[in-house]
């Protein structure tokens, strides 16, 4: 199995907005619910988003009404757009399966600034 390829992090100021992907191969992607996770500086990977196979979506509470996550079958590759951004949502965004079944890629790192 390949690793998942995230992008799209950087620095950003408190209220912007970042637009991550990530690129899932070797699985047949339109089958599986994929997930966005976050982890914080000296915190546990939590999950941020999944979508389904069908296109079903679920937000942690605290990225409600904020990030919107979405996949594109295609080009096997589910995005994360985030506005809003607060500090609380610095960390390292990875994504995988929703049961976690692929190795754990690089992720890429989201600064907020406040």
């Known amino acids: 199995q390949v690793q998942p390829v995230e992008s799209g992090g950087g620095l950003v100021q408190a209220g912007g907005s970042l637009r991550l992907s990530c690129v899932a191969s070797?699985?047949?992607?339109?089958?599986?619910?994929m997930a966005w996770y976050r982890q914080a500086p000296g915190k546990q990977r939590d999950l941020v988003a999944f979508i389904g196979a069908s296109g079903s979506t679920t937000y942690a509470d605290s990225v409600k009404g904020r990030f919107t996550i979405s996949r594109d079958n295609t080009k096997n590759t589910v995005y994360l757009q985030m506005n809003s951004l607060k500090p609380e949502d610095t960390g390292v965004y990875y994504c995988?399966?929703?049961?976690?079944?692929?190795?754990w890629g690089q992720g890429t790192q989201v600064t907020v600034s406040s």
């Open positions: 995988n399966t929703f049961d976690n079944s692929l190795p």
């Open positions: 070797g699985i047949i992607f339109r089958y599986y619910t």
